[in-house]
């Protein structure tokens, strides 16, 4: 009975700490959906005090959502673009703005299919080519940029299909349903297996992870932390375990 009574006082301990911990809504790009569930749960583990809620999407879209009011503390976005943005609706907090992570593009096709360069793309085995919206994807204004570097925009643009955000790209290609597309090299590992990187793309710009503290946020002080956090050499370890490199100084 005494290590009931025991056992059930520290159940109503731990249910009354889970429930006096402070929310905050971090809204970050679809392309972190991994990293940021385990950065998450590590920065809890260390911040118990504090529960961080994901919500994940196209980085324009987390900004529109902002914008009408949509509760969120932390803004993490795909590229410098869409924080910009934010910026200069006044939505974030300028100074706590910084860059935390830097990805790279690749080209995947499906898992078993020929091994293909940018290059290749004109080729009509390549019926359909997944890439990101971009007029409101980041990584589909990457791949716009790196094709037309590449002088193939305007040749491939009957055959490109447009996904809502880099993830949907992912699942195009691992499905079959598109032959070849262009994603950030960490979201190769989310389609366990079913497909693989084929060739480095080179975009014109560093392709940069911007986070700031939401203007709005209720809990400011919460947000601030997490955003420090992220900075930290614990963060930065999950980070890179998922593929993400540190930004260049």
Not at 31 to 36: G, V, Y
Not at 93 to 100: D, L, N, Q, S
Request: charge should be neutral; proline fraction near 6%; include cysteine.
């Amino acid at each position: 009975m005494a290590l009931l009574r025991t056992c059930a006082a520290l159940s109503l301990l731990a249910l009354a700490s889970s429930a006096s911990a402070t929310e905050i809504v971090l809204s970050a790009a679809a392309s972190l959906s991994s990293a940021m569930r385990d950065l998450v749960a590590a920065h809890a583990r260390e911040n118990p005090q504090t529960r961080v809620l994901v919500n994940t999407g196209a980085s324009d879209v987390l900004v529109a959502q902002i914008a009408k009011g949509a509760p969120a503390d932390v803004l993490a976005t795909a590229d410098e673009d869409s924080m910009d943005r934010a910026q200069r609706q006044g939505l974030v907090v300028a100074a706590t703005r910084h860059a935390f992570a830097r990805n790279r593009l690749v080209l995947i096709v499906p898992a078993g299919r020929t091994t293909a360069r940018l290059a290749d793309l004109r080729s009509p085995r390549f019926v359909r080519i997944a890439v990101g919206n971009p007029a409101s994807v980041p990584a589909g204004r990457y791949a716009r940029a790196a094709l037309e570097r590449a002088g193939l925009w305007n040749d491939l643009a009957p055959r490109l299909v447009f996904g809502e955000n880099v993830r949907q790209v992912l699942d195009y290609v691992a499905r079959g349903e598109a032959d070849a597309g262009l994603v950030y090299a960490t979201d190769v590992d989310a389609a366990g297996g079913r497909v693989h990187a084929v060739d480095d793309v080179a975009v014109p710009q560093p392709i940069l992870y911007p986070v700031a503290v939401v203007g709005s946020s209720a809990h400011p002080d919460e947000a601030r932390a997490f955003v420090r956090y992220l900075e930290g050499p614990a963060a930065r370890a999950i980070l890179a375990r998922h593929g993400f490199a540190l930004p260049e100084p």
